[in-house]
Nanobody
Framework: QVPLVESGGGLVQAGGSLRLSCAASESIGRISTVRWYRQPPGKQREFVALVTSGSTTTYADSVKGRFTISRDNAENTVYLQMNSLKPEDTAVYLC?????????WGQGTQVTVSS
């Protein structure tokens, strides 16, 4: 089983919205702190947002007020709601999770925002 699976990426016009999902398989157990990162084309990976097991959230300045991270503990899934998307949000979005003391990365999902 793949430990983490991201979904929800796609092509959207500037000003539009997407919701990304990061679903953890049962094989890794309950996820605690989960982070979303993104890697724009030709650039380094950067932090986007995190949510702790207690649902405390933190955001990068570039996405504050536009993105919302949330979790569904029953589904062992974390979401990233992205509104008011800009072309500079174009990137591969990756999910990073901690479960039972181990860290896991998803395979990434492409988000492309056209102007």
């Amino acid at each position: 089983q793949v430990p983490l699976v991201e979904s929800g990426g796609g092509l959207v016009q500037a000003g539009g919205s997407l919701r990304l999902s990061c679903a953890a398989s049962e094989s890794i157990g309950r996820i605690s702190t989960v982070r979303w990162y993104r890697q724009p084309p030709g650039k380094q990976r950067e932090f986007v947002a995190l949510v702790t097991s207690g649902s405390t959230t933190t955001y990068a300045d570039s996405v504050k007020g536009r993105f919302t991270i949330s979790r569904d503990n029953a589904e062992n899934t974390v979401y990233l709601q992205m509104n008011s998307l800009k072309p500079e949000d174009t990137a591969v979005y990756l999910c990073h999770a901690i479960a039972n003391g181990r860290t896991y990365w998803g395979q990434g999902t492409q988000v492309t925002v056209s102007s």
